[in-house]
């Protein structure tokens, strides 16, 4: 059996190996916590509240990652080495998972395997929230997207705490969570958008909805062949959460295949 340490250190040792600039990377406080927020849906996975690391003004990202078992790090690393960065902020995070993050769904065959509504949902993407309600104590959004043609409308998106958003705010979300708040007119976000809606794979996703609108609704467990929703409201968004986390067989069978990934770099496919 794998113990929590030696697993931390396998992945360390199998990242700096495959990436040169890998112990170098800093994240300031806005990136870790955006990080954070993208950890709270049920594909990503860490050992521990992310935040944690929010309290230094920088860390480095190989003190983070060894908190994270599934690949976010890689994908960051990646996209470090592609734009030539070493300090990442929440912009840098929020570009890296908008577009290669796209990518990352269209090589893990998540459409076929799963639905083209799963590509769509597990996107990070931008909109308006249209709707928000209190549910024991936590806010849930329906999000409104417009990508071309389409009207894309995300129902039961969890808003975490830290986030102080109200109908009519404009943010960014991932799988079932509002990740940040944004302005769509920002020039960042408009490029990031844009090219979201240029992208191949994702009108790929959205050509399967053969209406103007697309309703994805992470309550319903057939699209996602698992309880989106449910997993959210009851995963690290609660106070107790990781006091109660172990390392199950099937998180050790993710590790095992992150490992396998990361040192067959030439097949790796990057995801969270």
């Keep these: 059996m794998l113990e929590v340490e030696q697993i931390k250190d396998s992945l360390e040792k199998a990242r700096i190996i495959n990436f040169a600039n890998f112990s170098d990377l800093t994240l300031d406080k806005s990136a870790v916590l955006l990080l954070k927020n993208l950890f709270l849906n049920p594909d990503c996975v860490s050992l521990s509240d992310l935040g944690q690391f929010a309290k230094k003004a920088k860390v ?6 060894r908190e994270i078992i599934t690949a976010a790090p890689q994908t960051i690393a990646k996209f470090s080495q592609r734009r030539g960065l070493t300090d990442l902020t929440a912009s840098d995070i929020l570009e890296c998972f908008s577009l290669d993050h796209l990518t990352d769904i269209k090589n893990n065959k998540i459409a076929e395997f799963f639905s083209p509504g799963y590509a769509i949902g597990h996107s990070l993407l931008f909109g308006q929230i249209k709707d928000i309600r209190n549910t024991d104590n936590q806010k849930i959004a329906t999000i409104v997207s417009n990508y071309g043609k389409k009207e894309i409308i995300f ?28 302005q769509l007119d920002d020039i960042l976000t408009n490029n990031l958008k844009l090219k979201q809606a240029a992208d191949e794979n994702f009108n790929e996703w959205l050509s399967a909805y053969h209406t103007e609108k697309v309703i994805i609704d992470y309550y319903q ?3 996602f062949q698992q309880k989106v929703f449910e997993k959210i409201i009851t995963g690290p968004v609660k106070k107790d959460y990781y006091k109660k986390q172990k390392i199950s067989e099937k998180k050790k069978e993710k590790i095992m295949n ?14 969270h």
């Design 60 to 65: 480095k990202l190989k003190e983070v990652a």
């Design 155 to 182: 129902k039961n998106v969890l808003v975490p705490a830290n986030l102080n958003v109200k109908k009519g705010s404009q943010v960014s979300y991932h799988f079932g969570v509002v990740v940040s708040i944004c």
């Design 221 to 223: 467990e057939r699209v």
């Design 258 to 271: 992150n490992l396998r990934k990361i040192k067959d770099n030439n097949k790796v496919i990057y995801s």
